[in-house]
């Protein structure tokens, strides 16, 4: 299994928020198998809580990320929070951005400091001066999301927390396979433009609990 890389460490409750997503879901059932202690926060969290996830160490927390206490509440007495919001494509829903800045505020509150965040490719650099999303070639049907992801990522820049933004190609809705590979605030090479939701759920974990990329994006890809 691929948890035999995680060690133990001060990181032993968390709070995930977008707990309900493809992702989402990953994160949880790979930290719940760790051990740890898992806030899951979203806006149908009932349909989370099925017979394979039901345990002491999940705690299924219904609401809004837009409302400020009740994620204060969550957040509260976690060690960090990894945060995979999603939301439509087309930009209509701020929840990657609007969300990330109440999840920032309500971190500085409650003096919460490690986040793991989910972005997009775009953000990343394709030079030293330009973004991804800067090309002109940049698909126009990912514009409107990448301007979210662009915004969630300088609220978390302009925070003081100890943030990583994982930046990653096209998800897919399969297992962890460990065979993956990452670098800070580029695409990896070789970039095969497509990761794994498990591999993508994994990496978030390690980053949380042995961090290479604090204050960086992450780029990632499949192998």
Request: proline share 3%; with cysteine.
């Amino acid at each position: 299994m691929f948890y035999q890389y995680f060690h133990n460490t001060k990181f032993m409750k968390i709070t995930v928020f977008g707990a309900t997503g493809m992702v989402g879901k990953m994160v949880i059932s790979q930290a719940l198998a760790l051990g740890y202690d898992v806030n899951a926060f979203g806006r149908n969290v009932e349909d989370l809580i099925d017979k394979d996830n039901r345990n002491d160490h999940l705690t299924a927390i219904k609401g809004y990320v837009f409302d400020e206490s009740s994620v204060f509440n969550a957040i509260k007495y976690s060690d960090a929070v990894i945060s995979v919001l999603g939301g439509a494509m087309d930009g209509t829903d701020k929840s990657r951005s609007l969300g990330m800045k109440n999840i920032i505020r309500q971190m500085e509150k409650a003096g919460v400091k490690r986040i793991i965040a989910l972005g997009g490719m775009g953000v990343l650099q394709e030079d030293a001066n330009h973004l991804l999303i800067d090309n002109p070639d940049y698909p126009e049907e990912f514009q409107m999301v990448g301007q979210e992801h662009l915004q969630a990522y300088r609220y978390l820049l302009a925070s003081n927390l100890d943030w990583t933004f994982v930046c990653p190609p096209n998800i897919l809705n399969k297992e962890a396979t460990g065979l993956y590979h990452t670098s800070a605030d580029y695409a990896p090479t070789p970039n095969y433009f497509e990761i794994n939701a498990g591999d993508l759920a994994h990496c978030m974990l390690q980053e949380m609990i042995q961090p290479k990329f604090i204050h960086h994006r992450m780029g990632i890809s499949r192998l």
